[in-house]
C-alpha cells in the first residue's frame, strides 16, 4: 500500500496583485504581511523577473528608452515555472534584478515553503498561464498624479533615476502601455482595492480570506497525519527500522537516563556516550567504497571508506543533544539546522527555520538528529524538507533515542527507502524531555 504525505505548504495559495506603477501594489502586499503577522507568507516581485537585456537595448536602458512597461520586457516562462513549483511545494531560486545596472545579479534568492505567495506586479493578472495558478485576483487603482509622483520618489530614492528620466519614462512608456496592458487587468481582478493601503474594509477581505486558507490548510494537514496514524498503528516494525542492541552496556546506560534521580552533567556525559553509538550504528547504514591502503609494515590492506561526504541536518532545539556524539563520531561532519515546533492549539508541526548547506543535494548521505520522536509529524516534515533540497531519499539516515511506534512506523512507511536508527521504542504519546534533562532547563 502506498502511503504519501503532503507537507501544510504544498498546493501553495498564490495571491495576485496588479495595478499600475506606483498604484501602492507593494504597500498592499506588506501590509497583509503585516496584519498576518505569520512566518509562512512571502512577497515575490514580479520585478525580479525582467528579460536579459542585449547590449544595445541595456544601452537604451540606461538613455531611459527602453521600454520596462511592456509585456515583452517580462520573462513569463521563468516566472510561470516559478509559480508551478511553489504550488508542488519544491524551493525555488528568484533572480536578483539590478534597477541601477539594469541587469540581474549573479546570484539568487531561495524561497521555499510558503503557504501563502502574494505576487505583486504591473502585469501580475496579464498572463493566462499565471493566471491559472491564482487562487485571488487583486487590482491596485489610484489616482494617476499620485502614481506619478510615487514613482518619481521611488525611482530617484531607491533606483538611482534622476526626475527628467523618470518623466521621460511615464509619457514615453508607462502611461500608454497602462491603457493598454494594465487597465484591462481590472475587469478580470476579484477585488478591487482604491486607495492603497488606507482602504482598510478591502484589505480587511484579503486578510480573512488567507486566514481561512491558512485554517483550511491546517484542517487538513492535521487529518491526513491523522490518517497516517490510523493505516500503520496496528502494524510491526517495518524492515527500514533498527534498534541498538539492548547490550548490558546500553541497558545500563539508557537506566542511568531514565532515572529522575540522574542530575544533568551525569545525563549528559552517559547520553552523549549513547549518541556516539546510536550515530555508529547510524553509519553502518552508509554506502562504502573499496579501497586499499599500506599499513606501517608495507602490506596492502584492502578496506571500505564512505561513498562520498556524509553532512547531518540538527532538528532544533532537542537534535544538539546530539552534536558532541556526532563529532567524536565524524569530526568534519558539516551540518545544517531546522527549527520545527508543534503548535500546542492543534498538535501540527511547522516550520519556523532551516538553513542547509547549498550543496546539500550533492552530499552521499545525510543524518537526521532529533533525541525523541512521538507522532513522527516533525520528522516526516524534516525528511520532506531535504527531499525537496534534492537530497534522495535512500540517503537519508534518521537518528532517534527515543520514539513512538506509530511515529516510527508513519516515518517508515511513507519514506521505505530511508534508514531509521532506534535507541529504544517507548508510549506514542510520551511527553518530550530528553532537551530538557540534557541542557538542564
Do not use: W
Given at each position: 500500500m502506498d502511503i504519501h504525505y503532503s507537507p501544510p505548504w504544498a498546493d501553495t495559495s498564490i495571491i495576485g496583485i496588479a495595478g499600475s506603477s506606483g498604484s501602492g501594489k507593494t504597500s498592499i502586499a506588506l501590509e497583509v504581511v503585516r496584519a498576518l503577522n505569520l512566518p509562512w507568507v512571502v512577497i515575490l516581485s514580479m520585478d525580479s523577473f525582467y528579460n536579459v537585456l542585449t547590449p544595445a537595448q541595456h544601452?537604451?536602458?540606461?538613455?531611459?528608452?527602453?521600454?520596462?512597461?511592456?509585456?515583452?520586457?517580462?520573462?513569463?516562462?521563468?516566472l510561470v515555472q516559478v509559480l508551478k513549483d511553489l504550488k508542488q511545494g519544491k524551493k525555488v531560486d528568484i533572480p536578483v534584478y539590478s534597477f541601477e545596472k539594469h541587469a540581474r545579479e549573479d546570484h539568487t534568492?531561495?524561497?521555499?515553503?510558503?503557504?501563502?505567495?502574494?505576487?505583486?506586479?504591473?502585469?501580475?493578472?496579464?498572463?493566462?498561464?499565471?493566471?491559472?495558478?491564482?487562487?485571488?485576483?487583486?487590482?491596485?487603482?489610484?489616482?494617476?498624479?499620485?502614481?506619478?509622483?510615487?514613482?518619481?520618489t521611488r525611482d530617484v530614492r531607491d533606483r538611482g533615476r534622476d526626475i527628467e528620466g523618470c518623466i521621460k519614462q511615464w509619457f514615453g512608456f508607462v502611461k500608454p502601455n497602462f491603457q493598454r496592458y494594465v487597465q484591462p487587468q481590472r475587469d478580470i481582478a476579484d477585488i478591487i482595492i482604491p486607495r492603497g493601503i488606507q482602504n482598510k474594509v478591502a484589505l480587511d477581505m484579503v486578510v480573512k480570506h488567507i486566514q481561512r486558507k491558512l485554517l483550511e490548510k491546517s484542517i487538513k494537514h492535521q487529518e491526513a497525519l491523522r490518517v497516517l496514524?490510523?493505516?500503520?498503528?496496528?502494524?510491526?516494525?517495518?524492515?527500514?527500522?533498527?534498534?541498538?542492541?539492548?547490550?548490558?552496556?546500553?541497558?545500563?546506560?539508557?537506566?542511568?537516563?531514565?532515572?529522575?534521580?540522574t542530575d544533568s552533567l551525569d545525563f549528559a556525559f552517559y547520553f552523549d556516550r549513547l549518541a556516539a553509538l546510536l550515530i555508529e550504528r547510524a553509519m553502518d547504514n552508509l554506502t562504502f567504497q573499496q579501497k586499499a591502503v599500506i599499513t606501517?609494515?608495507?602490506?596492502?590492506?584492502?578496506?571500505?571508506?564512505?561513498?562520498?561526504p556524509v553532512c547531518a541536518v540538527v532538528i532544533l532545539r532537542g537534535g544538539s543533544c546530539f552534536e558532541r556524539g556526532l563529532r567524536r563520531v565524524v569530526p568534519d561532519c558539516r551540518s545544517g539546522r531546522m527549527l520545527i515546533q508543534t503548535n500546542y492549539r492543534t498538535g501540527e508541526p511547522e516550520l519556523h527555520y532551516q538553513i542547509l548547506p547549498k550543496d546539500i543535494g550533492k552530499h552521499h548521505n545525510v543524518l537526521v538528529l532529533d533525541p525523541q520522536m512521538a507522532s513522527g509529524g516533525a520528522a516526516l516534515m524534516a525528511v520532506k524538507v531535504?527531499?525537496?533540497?534534492?537530497?534522495?531519499?535512500?540517503?537519508?539516515?534518521?537518528?532517534?533515542?527515543?520514539?513512538?511506534?506509530?511515529?516510527?512506523?508513519r516515518l517508515a512507511k511513507v519514506f521505505p527507502k530511508m534508514k531509521i536508527v532506534v535507541c529504544r521504542i517507548v508510549d506514542d504519546n510520551e511527553e518530550r524531555w530528553v532537551e530538557g534533562k540534557y541542557f538542564g532547563c
Open positions: 544601452e537604451a536602458a540606461f538613455r531611459n528608452e527602453f521600454d520596462f512597461d511592456s509585456p515583452e520586457a517580462i520573462d513569463f516562462d521563468v534568492t531561495t524561497i521555499y515553503s510558503p503557504h501563502i505567495l502574494v505576487l505583486e506586479g504591473i502585469f501580475a493578472l496579464y498572463d493566462p498561464r499565471v493566471l491559472e495558478l491564482l487562487d485571488l485576483r487583486i487590482f491596485a487603482e489610484a489616482d494617476a498624479d499620485l502614481c506619478l509622483s510615487r514613482r518619481i496514524g490510523k493505516q500503520v498503528a496496528d502494524e510491526p516494525l517495518a524492515e527500514n527500522v533498527y534498534l541498538l542492541k539492548a547490550t548490558p552496556q546500553i541497558a545500563a546506560m539508557d537506566t542511568v537516563l531514565q532515572s529522575q534521580a606501517p609494515l608495507g602490506v596492502t590492506y584492502h578496506g571500505l571508506e564512505p561513498a562520498g531535504l527531499i525537496d533540497h534534492g537530497v534522495l531519499e535512500e540517503r537519508i539516515v534518521f537518528v532517534t533515542y527515543l520514539a513512538g511506534k506509530i511515529g516510527v512506523n
